[in-house]
């Protein structure tokens, strides 16, 4: 199971497809004015991504390298037919929400890339939990994201208002449910991500007689270097 958690913690966490890569900005920072359109974007994606990952994984030996972008853009396009149509028929207030947003799902580069890079290299078990890793980073950071918005915009969480229990002297920040509001919310959220999850860095071991001030230093000593 090790091997799986690698690929799976990769896109959750380490190379989360949002806070990390900053891949498909355009969904992220479209539909996250509430959270409800963040989740239900990001668990379309993730199904996307997860079928996608174990179709090509399966056909990688068999599509021929001219022809490969093309055929993975076929591919993508055939399930989020299939997601669209889904959505429409069982979730159609969340369909009508997400709008066009849903069939640019096939030009969402998190899903092509994981295409080329990933599930075109390795077997389908390997696949399968990267797909589930990103979809997963992604369908986190979406709902986050909507859900400051919409806690600060709206006074609301997953549709659920609270404004009745906040003080009269306290007003929503309607600027975080407007399009400024998504650029500042992830401006933030990235640098709590990284304030998180970003190793700290080991201290630097210096030479005796360092005074640690190597701008102000005028030795010309090789060894007289900050090293890790």
Not at 2 to 22: C, E, H, Q, R, S
Not at 68 to 94: E, F, G, H
Not at 151 to 177: R, T
Request: charged share 10%; glycine share 8%.
């Amino acid at each position: 199971m090790k091997k799986y958690w690698v690929p799976f913690f990769d896109g959750l966490v380490k190379n989360n497809p949002t806070f990390v890569l900053l891949l498909g900005m355009c969904p992220t920072l479209a539909v996250t004015s509430n959270a409800i359109n963040g989740f239900s974007m990001g668990l379309s994606t993730t199904a996307v991504l997860l079928m996608s990952n174990v179709i090509i994984s399966l056909l990688r030996k068999v599509i021929p390298d001219g022809v490969r972008i093309p055929s993975y853009i076929v591919i993508v396009a055939s399930l989020v037919s299939m997601v669209q149509l889904l959505l429409q028929a069982y979730v159609p207030t969340v369909y009508e929400s997400l709008g066009i947003y849903i069939p640019l799902i096939v030009v969402n580069c998190i899903i092509l890339g994981r295409a080329e890079a990933f599930a075109n290299r390795n077997t389908v078990d390997m696949s399968f939990f990267d797909g589930l890793g990103m979809g997963l980073g992604f369908t986190a950071a979406l709902t986050s994201i909507g859900l400051v918005r919409e806690a600060l915009g709206a006074f609301s969480v997953f549709g659920w208002s609270f404004a009745a229990y906040m003080p009269e002297w306290i007003q929503p920040i309607s600027i975080f449910v407007m399009a400024p509001g998504a650029f500042l919310t992830l401006a933030f959220l990235i640098a709590i991500f990284f304030k998180i999850f970003t190793r700290k860095k080991l201290p630097v071991k210096r030479t005796v007689g360092c005074s640690g001030h190597c701008a102000d230093c005028g030795s010309a000593s090789p060894d007289c270097r900050p090293q890790q």
